[in-house]
């Protein structure tokens, strides 16, 4: 039975691995406290993919031997040699007694399976102790080993009255300052961000991290159908800087403007298509084969609408700022004819609201968490 303080533990644990964020992907995140007589008596995280396990920094941070210690770890440990040798090994010759954790590994081919290892070895193991925290902070890695997709973030600002823009395409700024500060720090950690051709050419926007410290560049996508996209927007023009990819149609794959794009650096890549709109779950598909952990989705309208539509978005910002838009035809995260009743309406759950400058940030929970069979 797991006590006040194995919940402590487990908070540290958790929050220490909040640290490898965007540096660990596609690998998931991972804490490890070790403590002997309430005493802490060394902690770790994973800090880089490739890089030592959380258990195995935890170890060699400790003060004293951890023979007869309890290790706090946030997933349960590697049982299997990849990059690094197993955690479970490393904990085994430490001679800990006991092992806490917060959730099984939801890799299919694992659950389970480094806990049995663990208990063989007359280690107690319990588990559980801040599962729910612990598996909305490895929903990315778990989606893709479940669901074998990407992670998808929605971010949209809207206004009060929940436009994205006015009726011309006007939108910048409807947020603030702060709250595009914080857009950046998103992107700095994300493996793709997505928008369609429409914000391309209206916006001309660049879509790189800025300002802040970049845990990874970001790939770029665009969702061009029609292949509309310009020889001379920032998106081409900068490609050296940050990877940009063109999803488009199998016809339009194959054009003049096409074979321009690649000499540029673009990659453009043919996508099942439905009246000449890519489909995004073939989208993540792609995203998924090139090793994309967490993708996020910033704009425009009609990119929202049809992940959402598709049952793809699983998280969503949304920054709401203090002003009304107006206007029947200025768009929204979510066009065309809508829920006919409020009972059929999306019912995402709150995760956290909070301020960023003048706006209210919602972060939303569109998906259930994945599990293993």
């Not at 040699?81 to 904990?91: Q, S, Y």
């Not at 107690?124 to 992670?151: K, N, Q, S, W």
């Not at 309406?345 to 400058?357: D, E, F, K, Q, V």
């Amino acid at each position: 039975m797991s006590s006040t303080f194995d919940h402590d533990m487990m908070k540290l644990a958790l929050r220490l691995a909040r640290k490898g964020q965007g540096l660990v992907e596609p690998n998931p995140m991972v804490g490890c406290v070790i403590a002997k007589k309430k005493q802490i008596l060394g902690q770790g995280y994973h800090p880089k993919f490739g890089g030592a396990h959380a258990e195995v920094k935890a170890l060699q941070d400790c003060s004293l031997t951890a023979h007869g210690a309890t290790a706090y770890v946030t997933l349960e440990p590697c049982c299997t040699t990849g990059k690094t040798p197993p955690c479970t090994d490393a904990l085994i010759q430490a001679k800990v007694a006991r092992i806490v954790i917060a959730t099984k590994d939801p890799n299919p081919a694992v659950r389970g399976r480094g806990i049995r290892h663990l208990r063989r070895e007359g280690i107690v193991v319990d588990v559980g102790v801040c599962e729910p925290e612990a598996r909305e902070l490895i929903a990315p890695f778990a989606t893709r080993m479940i669901l074998h997709r990407p992670y998808v973030i929605a971010k949209w600002a809207q206004s009060l009255d929940g436009k994205l823009a006015t009726h011309r395409g006007d939108s910048q700024w409807i947020s603030s300052a702060a709250s595009r500060r914080l857009v950046h720090r998103l992107r700095s950690r994300v493996d793709a961000i997505i928008i369609g051709c429409g914000t391309a050419l209206k916006d001309d926007p660049r879509l790189t991290a800025r300002e802040v410290r970049v845990g990874r560049i970001a790939k770029r996508i665009v969702l061009d159908g029609d292949l509309r996209i310009k020889i001379n927007s920032k998106l081409v023009q900068s490609v050296k800087q940050s990877p940009l990819i063109i999803f488009t149609t199998a016809a339009k794959s194959k054009s003049k403007l096409a074979v321009s794009l690649s000499r540029h650096g673009v990659s453009v890549i043919a996508c099942k298509s439905r009246g000449g709109r890519v489909q995004p779950s073939d989208v993540l598909h792609k995203l998924y084969a090139m090793e994309a952990t967490n993708v996020m989705i910033e704009g425009g309208a009609s990119v929202l609408t049809s992940f959402i539509i598709a049952g793809l978005v699983d998280e969503a910002l949304v920054f709401t700022a203090p002003i009304l838009i107006g206007g029947d035809q200025a768009p929204s995260a979510w066009m065309g004819k809508g829920s006919p009743a409020i009972a059929d309406s999306l019912h995402p759950r709150l995760i956290n609201t909070s301020r960023s400058g003048c706006d209210i940030v919602h972060q939303l929970r569109f998906t259930d968490l994945p599990t293993s069979k």
